[in-house]
């Protein structure tokens, strides 16, 4: 098999993936659109900007193109078509990180991928198919928290980045968090880790350190975080607090070693990247986290959110045994569950299922058909409507049942 793997990315995650499958004989190809700048050290085998995928202006002239403009331009469409024809029939699977990017763009290629019969994979990370209206719905929660690039979203972005995937994908990995608007069952994304880059180590502070390393501010609530950690210290709890924002994933990791605790997400759920390097480095993590998850998704960090955070956050700070305890407990899941090898098996063992017709979905996507409902003053543009029927009708086989309520809401 060989498999490529790009083309955006989230800390380095393509390239564990592509260890990960060379373990189990495959050949890889990694490529991005853009280094993570949280993980610019990070290599791949090669860079899509640098390649020319450009195939019209994007908006035509004044007048309209000219003949020989036309005739150059059809010319170029055809080269760019066998190009990539010839460079997607190297590969027998292909795993893209979110459905936002491909190689060229992703309808086109998406739709060549499938017409040459070769698998393909979408990972879904986050902004790119979560949208604030579907996930306050869903999980109700003091929105004021949500800063302005979320709280204003146009929804067709997420939305055709998901529906997207959801008309080309044989495997769709995601979490529910991100996951209120989708039409189609999803299997769990599960987050690659390398345990073996990092050093286990408990400091076991008499005066704990604390680490918040938000890349966002206002999605990570560290406006909420901070005027709490002061609240605490007024009262005379002793800890010290290390705040890095936007810092290089190398730096954070060195940080790690000696932090006691990691205070990591309070609006969305977590545990993200970063919840799972606490976690093999020796911390104890305190991250919002969604406790109806499946039995499978149980990982021992402290559930906290904007509710319990001045009580979540005392309790950490002054029981060392908890502290403790939750840091064994976290290395030892890591370990089992979060594995870069144990996640590429799953992945194959997930494709294999898929092509056998035995695949077993870990979530069933209803909220969306159920209960969801279009913000005021908002409307969908005519192709998504379309999308969202044609997806509906071939996904749900209960489609009859909703189909009026979906009319009404102008859904379809």
């Not at 086109?108 to 698998?119: A, S, V, Y």
Request: a neutral charge; one cysteine or more; aromatic letters at 14%.
């Amino acid at each position: 098999m060989k498999i490529f793997l790009g083309s955006g990315d989230l800390g380095g995650m393509i390239n564990l993936w592509a260890r990960g499958f060379q373990q189990y004989g495959a050949e890889t190809f990694t490529a991005v659109h853009a280094k993570n700048p949280f993980f610019h050290h990070v290599q791949y085998d090669a860079d899509i900007s640098k390649w020319d995928k450009k195939l019209f202006q994007a908006a035509i002239p004044y007048g309209g193109y000219t003949k020989s403009q036309i005739l150059k331009k059809s010319f170029n469409l055809s080269s760019r078509f066998f190009q990539s024809l010839q460079f997607i029939s190297q590969f027998d699977t292909f795993l893209f990180v979110t459905p936002a990017l491909s190689i060229f763009q992703p309808n086109f290629d998406f739709r060549l991928i499938k017409l040459l019969k070769k698998n393909l994979i979408v990972v879904c990370v986050g902004s790119d198919i979560r949208h604030v209206s579907g996930f306050s719905q869903e999980f109700p929660c003091d929105e004021t928290l949500f800063d302005d690039q979320f709280r204003l979203d146009d929804i067709s972005r997420p939305l055709r980045n998901l529906r997207r995937a959801e008309l080309y994908a044989d495997l769709i990995y995601s979490v529910p968090d991100q996951s209120s608007l989708a039409i189609r069952d999803y299997n769990h994304f599960r987050i690659p880790v390398d345990v073996k880059e990092f050093t286990f180590n408990f400091p076991d502070n008499e005066i704990p350190v604390v680490l918040h390393a938000p890349s966002r501010r206002g999605i990570k609530g560290t406006d909420q975080i901070l005027v709490m950690f002061e609240r605490l210290k007024q009262e005379g709890i002793q800890f010290e607090l290390r705040l890095l924002e936007k810092v290089n994933n190398r730096l954070i990791k060195e940080y790690l070693k000696d932090a006691d605790l990691l205070v990591d997400e309070i609006v969305l759920h977590g545990p993200g990247v970063l919840s799972f390097e606490a976690m093999c480095s020796g911390c104890a993590v305190a991250t919002k986290y969604l406790k109806s998850s499946p039995e499978f998704f149980i990982p021992p960090v402290f559930p906290t959110d904007d509710k319990n955070l001045y009580e979540n956050l005392k309790l950490l700070l002054i029981n060392r045994d908890l502290r403790r305890r939750l840091a064994y407990e976290g290395k030892a899941y890591v370990a089992k569950n979060n594995d870069y090898s144990i996640i590429s098996r799953k992945i194959v063992d997930d494709l294999d299922c898929y092509n056998r017709n035995e695949i077993v979905y870990d979530y069933k996507a209803s909220f969306f058909k159920e209960k969801y409902q279009l913000p005021e003053n908002t409307s969908l543009p005519r192709y998504l409507k379309k999308l969202n029927l044609r997806l509906g009708k071939k996904y749900w086989s209960d489609f009859d049942s909703y189909e009026a309520g979906l009319r009404e809401s102008n859904l379809i």
